[in-house]
């Protein structure tokens, strides 16, 4: 096997170029921190293309080389108490594991987001304009650097969640916010049922929550901005909800949000399922893959159920999707040993998403030599 | 616009009498008289009368009149409220200009889910009306939004004043059902949040009518706000109303909106309104805070001392709703201020980094000396996004034109400074041979490869976006250049 680590955006191009040459087929590989196996001989590995290109805090921008470590990144913001608004997570880190180094190529190419998606957008959200190299072995941009942009056609959209089967990125540019000043957390002993109807009940209020979830038998209504402001709308919330609650200020309440990015309610050990639906059909559906034997964990106020279940057999494969389906939602294998994600496939796409599918992968990549085998539909 | 084609218009009756087959009654017209009334939209400057105009009331319509366009070789216009300010909905001679008025019901509004699905002949201002009812709205809200339709916001990704916060069309979507040129009839997304695959929601967006003909929409709903405060700041400097947007965001706080008018634009609107703005002022910035009482309190205060720390030589709180409306009314009037000072206007849309307003403006002033020309400015200064109005007289020879070339002059301005060509209005026919400057040739292939995947024969509102159309078996071909392939100086084995 061959592993190229290129370490500028020139040597990206070169080796890229010469593999579509050849036509050899390439993994494109970040930090490794995903379960993925390319069947490829040769390897695009751009941990070495690191270093962010472009901090711009009063413009609301970072520009980083596709290598740049997420923790890089954040650690900049941080320090001019900015953010990315997705709240990323290293997938190595979900449930309890030791955060593996994710780059902000992997992020992007993974379309990943935490538990403030559900009040601020997902990495597709924030993601401004691009470099990359094609299937044809061309560099090329799309978007831009400023957060108001409609030039052109939005390819930025294509590449978040593309899993590097359309290109490979060079460069991204990404929208930063500020971080809140401050956060409290309400939290609210109830059943899984009652947090379905209060979850749904808070998004829809004018406390404006950012994030809401229900682990461990507690619903959690994530409030941020400036001290006063929290306060305020926290008492509101509360006075909604009406039922016995305690708060989390600051660290506290960052703790609470941060096992539920990474999942800890769900063992390591376990298979792990991320089912997407409508926010009002999540706590029944987490509800009934309990009574299956599955350990839940509800996030976006209902809109993704994390599922555990035993990481063997199908791991439940042929119950989940079905289930699934009749929510309203789709679900995905996020973590399973090889035998089982062989056994876990979704149900295919209809027939002209399939098409649609296919075109747009010929259009960027039309020798098919990006991730051979890693079919976005299925991630 | 390209060439009619002369075979497409001697068929003229044939494809009308096929489109009356699918659409029966009045939904198909092709008198002379009746289509004018369809031959432009924002973009007055152009026009152009379409070869018949079809107006569906059902997607088995809309799919069965794409697929005989589609089968005979007959191009497509998708037209919603026709309110584009770049032409995104200006007919073709030769193509058929399908209407998507009908389509304006309301399908659902769900609380819980916090989504509308609406039909994309429904208003931006409807959505929001029928959802208050549940204390929600839909957040992006263009101008035009009494007028403009959700399906022109989708094929637009639309914006307004209030993006900075909530962002554009783009970010407030979560499903659509879209027919494909060939008729084939998708859907995507939904109520949820999360979708599968390719993100084709994200690229539909803001397609400008070039993809698909997208026919039901679903859209995020926000709470509304419960309160909602303005500040009117007045600067005797440009560069400090720019630097007291940077020091609101670098506190930490997003606003609803702030936005800059320059001495001209307050002039304009103080002699149409008489709202009490100051005349010696350089630069009036508007800044909207919304959400709970405590915290609209919190910030005005905040932002207050900063304006002052700026430099400010005027600060007014709004105390009241009233006061509110006031302080944006002549904001909202600077469009009509700016027509009633100057017998036409042509409003430019660009964005820049917001730090280079200072410079942009200076730039501006000395290109509309060389034109002849005044030029008033409002400014999304949140953003970045600047509306420059050119004044000028249509019925003076060549000034039109002047006003053209200098738009053009002033987005590549905004290129040049790290900006870019549109923020918010759009490619269509206005700025397309303005995409060079912005995008190399390799750029744009890439782009028009993604339509050929969705619309292979190109005959999906062709002549917008891209500045030459070039066939797709022609895009298919391996690039050569004088030759040679590409890094021929690397080693191959």
Known sequence: MAVHRPDSGEALAGIVAECVEARRPMAIRGAGTTDIVIDAETVIDIAAHRGIVDYDPEELIVAARSGTPLAEIEALLASRQQMLAFD???????????????????IVASGNAGPRRVSAGAARDHLLGFTAISGRGEPFKAGGRVVKN???FDLAKLFAGSWGTLGVLDTVTLRVVPAPRFEATLIVPCDCVEAGRIMAAGLRHAAAVSCAAWSDGRALFRIDGFRPSVDARFDQLARMVGRPAERADGDGSKRLWNAVRTVEAIPATAALWRVGLPTTRGAAFAEAMAGEGFRVLIDWGGARVWLGGADDGDAGAEMVHQRAATSGGQARLVRASPAVRARAAPPPPDAVTAMLHRRLREAFDPHGLFNPGLDPWER | MPEPDQTTLDRRAAIVAAMR???????????????RAYDCDGLTAYRQTPLVVVLPDTVEQIAAVLHWCSAEGVKVVPRGAGTSLSGGALPLADGVLLGLGKFSSIVEIDPDNRAAVVQPGVTNLAISEAASAHGLYYAPDPSSQIACTIGGNVAENSGGVHCLKYGLTTHNLLGVEMVLMSGEIVRIGGKGLERPGYDLLGLITGSEGLLGVVTQ????????????????????DVAAAGQCVTDVIGRGIVPAGMEVMDKPAIHAVEAFLEIGYPLDAEALLLIEVDGPEAECAFLVEEITAIARGCGATMVQQSTSDADCERFWAGRKAAFPAIGRISPDYYCVDGTIPRRCLPEMLRDMAEMARRHGLRVANVFHAGDGNLHPLILYDANRQGEFESAEALGAEILTRCVELGGVLTGEHGVGVEKRDLMPAMFTRVDLDQQQRVKCALDPALLLNPGKMFPTLRRCAELGREHVHHGQTRFAELPRF
């Open chain 1, 88 to 106: 990323p997570v290293d997938p190595k880190a979900i449930s309890g594991g030791a955060p593996g180094g994710a780059t902000i190529g992997g």
């Open chain 1, 150 to 152: 409609v030039t052109g």
């Open chain 2, 21 to 35: 087959r699918i659409v029966r009654g009045e939904g198909v017209i092709d008198s002379l008289d009746a289509l």
């Open chain 2, 217 to 236: 929409v679903t859209v995020r709903l926000l709470p509304l706000p419960e309160a909602v405060r303005a500040l009117l700041i007045a600067f005797d």
